[in-house]
């Protein structure tokens, strides 16, 4: 077994006291930094970076990047879901090192969407009611996989189903 366990360690951002922005970080008993690329090929890692190395998936919205020594996860609704998701990647971590010789380590990052094309299919009207002062703000986080066109209300059907489209390319969609 690679990974036999860890500290979680969870806290709410200051920035954003909504409790489904619970943050949590999980300090972990040893270093697992030879399995993070295996673990990009196996879950598909959204951004991987070798120096210093990590791996970055999204997963329901949210972004957890896997560190050598923590795991961070963001957009939480509880401190249960937190418990959830780092028991999978616990099981996964484990079970993928166990399978690694039968596994090609991937160093590679997933192609991300250009923001600009992001920007061209929002209203671009400024208007605030996704809760960010611009749709520029509101086109980076699409583009970083945290948020998705159902987070612009202006939208109508259409362009939401435009947007999604573009985003697939990517497997970026929510
Ligand atoms: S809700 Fe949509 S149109 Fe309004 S600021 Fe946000 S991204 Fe722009």
């Known amino acids: 077994m690679l990974l036999t366990g860890y500290v ?4 709410l951002p200051v920035c954003n006291s909504s409790f489904q922005s619970l943050h949590c970080i999980a300090h972990l008993n040893e270093d697992i930094s030879e399995v993070l690329p ?12 070798q120096e210093p190395p990590s791996v970055t998936f999204k997963i329901h919205g ?6 050598p020594d923590k795991i961070a ?6 401190a249960e879901q937190a418990d959830k998701i780092l028991e999978w990647l616990k099981k996964e971590i ?17 192609a991300t969407p250009a923001l ?31 948020k998705g066109p159902d987070h612009c209300p202006p939208l109508n059907e259409a ?16």
Request: proline content about 2%; hydrophobic content about 35%; charged content about 25%.
């Open 116 to 146: 600009l094309d992001i920007l061209k299919l929002l209203p671009r009207t400024n208007c605030k009611k996704c809760g960010q002062a611009t749709c520029l703000v509101l086109a980076t986080q699409i583009m970083e996989g945290g």
């Open 94 to 110: 484990n079970d993928i090192w166990e399978r690694r010789n039968e596994i090609e380590p991937s160093y590679k990052r997933a």
């Open 62 to 67: 949210r972004l957890i990047t896997i560190h």
């Open 73 to 78: 996860i963001n957009a939480l609704e509880s």
């Open 159 to 174: 362009e939401r189903l435009k947007l999604e489209g573009y985003l697939n390319q990517f497997s970026l969609a929510r």
């Open 38 to 49: 295996y673990l990009n090929t196996e879950l598909g890692g959204h951004q991987y970076t």
């Open 8 to 11: 979680k360690d969870i806290s």
